[in-house]
């Protein structure tokens, strides 16, 4: 079965270290992945979709076919970043198949 | 340019009650998605419309139905309702012509008690 796995519930580091936030997919084929975010009491955010490999937020993204990864990335993470971050891969038809998200907190 | 908008924000209904919820995409988006959040199961898909078709359901029973207006507007029903149905219903719309993901609304609380 399609499945996204996201094994870290929670994640967390201090003001200027790196981060990682890590995500795999089973599935074969050219995967459509993204990277939404969800602040506290804000709606569900679009962040970065593997296809368009641009960088928001300072966060970057790079799918890895081979160990079907797409592992979201930040050198540097700052308060603001605490959210819950959930990997999603996207199937034909209009669904999107979420991880369980990771909750990442930035301490000062 | 307006969001996603449903309503209500948010619901309080008895066992067995049935509920309707309602969605407005953006302006121009055609495909509007279903999903329920809970602590428990994460994002959930519910189902996905587009001009008016149902064209993909996820594995909720048969209580679950929604449908599309012409106007792309949006509601799903809720039926029989059990207290393991509370949860956030978020809608989500996009454009749908090359998808680059989804708009989602903030959701409508539904509590069952």
């Known amino acids: 079965a399609q499945r996204v796995t996201q094994p870290e519930k929670l994640l967390s580091v201090f003001k200027g270290a790196p981060v990682e936030l890590k995500c795999n997919y089973s599935?074969?084929?050219?995967?459509?992945l993204f990277w939404y975010v969800q602040y506290s009491r804000q709606r569900l955010q679009l962040l970065l979709r593997?296809?368009s490999r641009e960088s928001i937020k300072g966060f970057t993204a790079d799918l890895n076919k081979g160990e079907t990864s797409f592992h979201l990335k930040k050198p540097f993470a700052q308060e603001e970043d605490s959210a819950m971050y959930y990997c999603?891969?996207?199937?034909?038809?209009?669904?999107?198949?979420f991880g369980q998200g990771t909750e990442l907190s930035v301490k000062p | 340019k307006a969001g996603v908008t449903q309503t209500p924000r948010y619901l309080i209904k008895t066992r067995g009650q049935q509920v309707t919820l309602s969605c407005s995409p953006i302006?121009?988006?055609?495909?509007v998605s279903w999903y329920q959040q809970t602590p428990g199961q994460g994002l959930q898909f519910l189902f996905e419309?587009?001009?008016?078709?149902?064209?993909n359901k996820g594995n909720f029973p048969g209580r679950f139905s929604g449908r599309q207006f012409s106007n792309s507007r949006s509601e799903m029903n809720v039926s029989t309702l059990e207290l393991g149905d509370s949860a956030l219903y978020l809608c989500?719309?996009?454009?749908?012509?090359?998808?680059?993901?989804?708009?989602f609304g903030s959701g409508t609380r539904l509590t069952v008690v």
């Open positions: 989500a719309s996009s454009l749908d012509l090359v998808f680059a993901g989804y708009t």
């Open positions: 302006s121009g988006h055609r495909s």
């Open positions: 599935y074969s084929g050219s995967p459509e």
């Open positions: 593997h296809i």
């Open positions: 999603a891969y996207y199937n034909q038809g209009g669904k999107l198949i």
């Open positions: 419309y587009f001009s008016e078709t149902q064209r």
